[in-house]
């Protein structure tokens, strides 16, 4: 059958608007655009270490076979969430399949109806999807504006507020004041939730995260740790009370009504934290290149085309859906895998070129793709 002529419709303005999406082609360009910051992903060493750890403890199977609820629960899950619990300083852990399901299952879960959201405005997708499936009231405030924020709040002053935020934007590379905003918080008994989806594997000493790394931890309702990015592997936890957790088991429905995790990616989960426990050469690779990019994109001239940022994700503001196509297509074709975020995902006028930094990333890499950036531009 053929698409209905109203989604045919959709699909040609966004083909006149030059933002219609497509899957990407894998290829061997130099990685300036995945969020696998530290390596993991590639890690030969975790692959090994995750099999000889599923043989090793005569685990052979190959799925969960149902939801954590029915089936799905393996001992896996409970020796990391354990690990994980430990590892990051929190009373309680629940792991889920994915960030977006974690921030789904949050946010349709625990806001009530006479309870109030505020969120950033630049939260990710998964943020407010889930907070349209809840039944509580919303509101966004300017991004990494607290007296906007201070505003909203004092406007609700007599039912729960929840706050949410990250710690590091996704589209931007950058970071709220945290500190301040956990005092404001504090100071109106707000629960205070923070998306850290960018900073696990990045920031800490062990890549615990900014939350952790600023010895905030115990003064967040809930922290919410992503997998798929700075861990190289996949799926989602949320950290946070006792009675957190339980309400989720008992709530959440994006827990609740999904088969569980494999045993072999709850043990990949198990094995990347492992590995950031005991080594943290990676991570400051990662430092190194980060402060390198900055510094180099400052000697030539190209400072005020980024966004601030001092994490792993660099963006360079190039307006227009055209435009920005066509300079990530140039820096391909010299084999550089830079991708370019149109509008609609950025407000319009706010594309942009995505750099994500790795430790693996060579210096000279580093110093060619900017050089062309230059060159491109000027």
């Known amino acids: 059958m053929k698409l209905p002529e109203n989604l045919i419709q959709k699909l040609e303005t966004r ?9 990407p082609v894998f290829n061997n360009l130099v990685d300036f655009s995945s969020n696998d910051y530290i390596g993991f992903s590639k890690s030969e060493s975790i692959f090994k270490l995750t099999h000889a750890y599923l043989l090793e403890n005569e685990i052979f199977q190959n799925g969960a076979t149902g939801s954590r609820l029915i089936s799905g629960n ?105 500190e301040e905003l956990v005092e404001l918080s504090e100071k109106y008994n707000c629960y205070l939730i ?27 309702f809930a922290r919410i740790m992503t997998f798929g990015k700075g861990l190289g592997c996949h799926g989602s936890v949320i950290l946070g009370s006792i009675e957190l957790k339980e309400y989720l088991v008992n709530f959440a429905r994006s827990f609740i009504y999904t088969t569980g995790l494999s045993p072999h990616a709850v043990a990949t989960i198990l094995v990347a934290y492992q590995q950031l426990e005991i080594e943290n050469i990676e991570i400051k690779k990662l430092r190194k290149n980060i402060v390198l990019f900055n510094q180099q994109k400052n000697l030539l001239g190209l400072k005020p085309m980024f966004v601030r940022s001092k994490s792993a994700i660099q963006s360079a503001i190039v307006p227009g859906n055209e435009n920005v196509k066509k300079l990530a297509q140039q820096l391909q074709g010299k084999g550089f895998d830079v991708k370019p975020i149109l509008s609609p995902t950025v407000p319009e006028g706010q594309e942009r070129l995505r750099f994500c930094i790795h430790s693996y990333n060579s210096e000279e890499e580093i110093n060619q793709v900017l050089e062309l950036l230059r060159d491109f531009l000027f």
Request: proline share 1%; glycine share 6%.
């Open 15 to 23: 083909k006149q608007n030059n933002s219609l999406r497509k899957l």
């Open 74 to 178: 393996h001992s896996l899950y409970q020796i990391a969430e354990s690990f994980i619990g430990e590892f990051h300083d929190a009373e309680s852990t629940l792991i889920f399949n994915s960030g977006y399901d974690a921030n789904v299952g949050f946010f349709s879960a625990v806001p009530q109806r006479n309870d109030v959201i505020l969120y950033d405005e630049l939260s990710h997708a998964s943020i407010r999807d889930g907070i349209t499936m809840s039944n509580a009231k919303s509101y966004k405030f300017n991004h990494n504006d607290f007296e906007d924020l201070e505003r909203l709040i004092q406007k609700f002053r007599d039912t729960n507020v929840y706050i949410v935020t990250e710690t590091v934007f996704s589209m931007d590379g950058d970071s709220p004041n945290l």
């Open 194 to 220: 923070v998306d850290e989806a960018h900073t696990l594997g990045v920031f800490g000493d062990k890549g615990e995260g900014l939350i952790q790394t600023l010895r905030l931890n115990h003064r967040i």
